[in-house]
Every structure is written in C-alpha cells, then in structure tokens.
C-alpha cells in the first residue's frame, strides 16, 4: 500500500503559475536585498520557493525534494516522503 501511495502522491510539484510570496509594505525606510529577491528555475523559467529543487527526469520543480526514485518512478518530496518511509521499513521488516 505504502509503494502505491508513494508513486501515485503527487511529490509536492511547483506550478508553472506560482508567484512569490508579497509581504505588506514595512513602515521602516530601510529594505534589503532579500526582499527583492525571487530566485526563478533556470529550466523551467518559473520562481522557485526556498527548498525546491529541479528534477531532470520529471521536468518539474519539487518542493523539499529528496531525490528521484527509480522504483517508484517518482520523486520524493514533501507530500510522499512519510509513505516512502514507511514502504522502506515495511521492505525491511
């Protein structure tokens, strides 16, 4: 059950249209580069939240990505991690 739910959960894809969280304006006079910032994925050419990475072999951007497993034919990332983990200690047990 836990390999069905792994490779069929979506891995917590990006989607092309997601937009960068906009804070209010702060009162204070000074701002940094950080709130300029938007790191956007040079493959698919969309912003790119913090802990995401690109995975070559979906063509997609995975937030909080683990890698791509072969066996499951689907990344690990932070929607499937917990069923991953428990298809590798059922597997072991």
């Known amino acids: 059950a836990s390999h069905v739910k792994t490779t069929l ?8 249209s997601a937009l ?14 950080h709130e300029y910032y938007h790191p956007i994925c040079r493959i698919c050419k969309a ?3 913090p802990k995401t990475h690109h995975c070559r072999i979906c063509n997609r951007c995975i937030s909080g990505m683990d890698h791509h497993c072969p066996w499951m034919n689907n990344c690990i990332g ?5 069923h991953f983990v428990l298809f590798l200690i059922y597997a072991w047990l």
Request: charged letters at 10%; proline letters at 23%.
């Open 78 to 82: 932070v929607n499937n991690t917990k």
């Open 9 to 16: 959960t979506d891995p917590g894809s990006v989607p092309l």
């Open 47 to 49: 912003y790119k939240p």
């Open 20 to 33: 960068p969280y906009q804070p209010p304006p702060s009162t204070s006079t000074t701002t940094s580069l």
